[in-house]
């Protein structure tokens, strides 16, 4: 994996919701790359958080990275297109959440986004075997959906490889995802698993320091020097 394609998307989820454009604004001028965007409903995980409109109001204020939609919702469908005119780049998905996997991701890719699976700490990756040609991002859960700030669950470094073989085999241009529990002490670990996508969340906001609220540069800087060390 050339280091060049290694991507840091924060998760909004643990920003600042009043100054929500402000923060976006400022993890991009750090120096991330993609705004992870997550979707929770009260019903496929226990938490409820945000929705299309303020995917649109984010591209409204200016937001030009690309958003990466994180799905944690049931069902999925209805909601899709919504997203998609909303601004979303990625749109991704649990598939317990949805009664017809390989017709979602033809609909994600309809509505001109890239699309993607997800897979729950528990959940095998045996999903992949008929739909890897409808994929443009594999998400691997390292921490149940739901909340931010939750401990890594090691058994996901084992899953990232199995899914990097699988994409490496394939030679399609699929991107690999890890969200949950990444930090600056083990982002380095989960890269040399095969991940080229790191989702932080609590890492990224939780770096806000009062004196300037608007410097993720440090964090951003610590990041990518783990990264440059990844074999
Ligand atoms: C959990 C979300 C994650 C979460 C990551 O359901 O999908 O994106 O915000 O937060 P941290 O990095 O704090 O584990
Ligand atoms: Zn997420």
């Known amino acids: 994996m050339a280091k060049q394609e ?9 920003a600042d919701f009043a100054r929500l ?26 938490n409820l958080t945000i ?13 030009e990275a690309p958003i990466d939609v994180h799905l944690m919702v049931k069902p ?28 979602t991701l033809q609909l994600i890719r ?10 729950n700490p528990a ?11 409808k994929l443009d991002m594999i998400l691997i859960m390292s921490v149940n959906p739901g909340f931010g700030g939750q401990s890594f669950i090691p058994s ?16 399609l241009d699929i991107r690999l995802e890890i969200d949950g529990g990444v930090k600056v002490d083990n982002i380095r670990e989960i890269a040399e698993a095969g991940a080229d996508t ?12 009062a004196e300037d609220p608007n410097d993720y540069d440090s964090v951003i800087r610590a990041f990518r020097d783990e990264l440059a060390k990844a074999g």
């Open 6 to 14: 290694y991507k840091i998307a924060p998760s909004i989820l643990s």
């Open 21 to 46: 454009g402000e923060e976006v604004d400022n993890v991009i001028k750090s120096g991330a790359d993609i705004v992870h965007f997550d979707v929770m409903d009260n019903h496929y995980v226990p």
């Open 51 to 63: 929705g299309p409109l303020v995917c649109e109001a984010l591209r409204k204020h200016g937001v």
């Open 76 to 103: 999925v469908d209805r909601i899709i297109p919504d997203f998609a005119k909303a601004g979303a780049s990625y749109i991704t998905f649990h598939p317990e959440a949805s009664e017809h996997i390989d017709r």
């Open 110 to 119: 309809n509505e001109g986004c890239k699309a993607g699976l997800v897979f």
């Open 123 to 133: 959940t095998p990756l045996d999903y992949l075997d008929y739909v890897l040609d």
């Open 156 to 171: 996901a470094l084992q899953k990232l490889r199995q899914a990097r073989k699988i994409i490496d085999d394939s030679g």
């Open 198 to 209: 790191f989702v932080a969340g609590s890492a990224v906001f939780g770096a806000r320091k």
